[in-house]
């Protein structure tokens, strides 16, 4: 025999369950992201792509790095000793050593262990300084003491990547080159933007997608935003700039 439910106690239950506050009812203008879907979010148009960098532009038109240095040489080491460290904790190393070796026999003159020493805060600080003095004399035995603006040399030296080489040859060289950092393997993944399951493929989406008239700036508008912005932890949606274009499930919107 079945068991009998007590109506009054299950109005009760109902009573109390739409009795409970709305969460979301602090923030009027927030919108809370609904349940993640299952299928592709749908690709960017051309249009939406030419939109996202003409906000971009618009917000800082000549967007530079955070790195610094004085020459292409002192860019060259810079970005090899950012591997794996921030910026921040870079620059907080380079200008004593840059002081003393700014060029490729300086530098090979000052030697691994003093250069050891004057990076001694920057992770992986060892084998970055054998690089260093490494890729510095390859720059004199090769090419006459000076930095190749050409990838597949600049790749062939101690310690460069294809990350590394891309940024010497957009900031030094004026390439239209974008350098995949952590950053922007998050804002295209996140976005939608330029999708990939590695760097090389978010780069190549990026090669292909971002407009002539964006390619100069890309990288350094990409790595901002998601350095300050589209970040890991908590993404800041309400001071995003392509809120309303970003693809992301999870993102938060605002109203007016």
């Not at 439910?5 to 602090?26: D, E, F």
């Not at 003159?109 to 890729?135: C, H, M, P, Q, S």
């Not at 720059?139 to 990838?151: A, D, K, N, Q, T």
């Amino acid at each position: 025999m079945g068991r009998k439910t007590n109506p009054t106690a299950t109005k009760s239950k109902v009573g109390k369950a739409k009795s409970q506050p709305n969460s979301t009812s602090a923030s009027r203008s927030a919108v809370r992201p609904g349940p993640k879907s299952a299928s592709r979010p749908r690709p960017w148009t051309n249009a939406e792509i030419e939109e996202a960098f003409r906000r971009f532009r618009a917000a800082v038109p000549e967007p530079r790095g955070e790195l610094q240095y004085i020459n292409p040489y002192t860019l060259l080491i810079a970005v090899v000793l950012s591997a794996q460290a921030t910026d921040a904790g870079v620059n907080k190393a380079t200008p004593a050593l840059f002081a003393v070796a700014d060029t490729p026999e300086k530098m090979v003159a000052l030697g691994e262990d003093k250069v050891r020493e004057l990076i001694k805060t920057i992770g992986l600080f060892r084998t970055k300084a054998k690089n260093v003095i490494a890729l510095s004399k390859k720059l004199i035995s090769e090419h006459g003491g000076m930095v190749p603006p050409l990838r597949e040399a600049l790749e062939a030296l101690p310690g460069v990547g294809r990350k590394t080489a891309n940024v010497v040859l957009n900031v030094a060289f004026g390439a239209e080159t974008i350098a995949v950092d952590t950053h922007i393997f998050r804002v295209g993944n996140r976005t939608g933007l330029a999708p990939g399951k590695n760097p090389f493929e978010v780069e190549m989406k990026l090669e292909e997608r971002v407009p002539p008239a964006y390619r100069r700036h890309a990288h350094h508008w990409l790595i901002l935003h998601g350095r300050y912005i589209c970040k890991a932890q908590r993404p800041l949606c309400e001071k995003c700039l392509i809120n309303d274009l970003c693809r992301w499930p999870e993102k938060t919107t605002f109203m007016g």
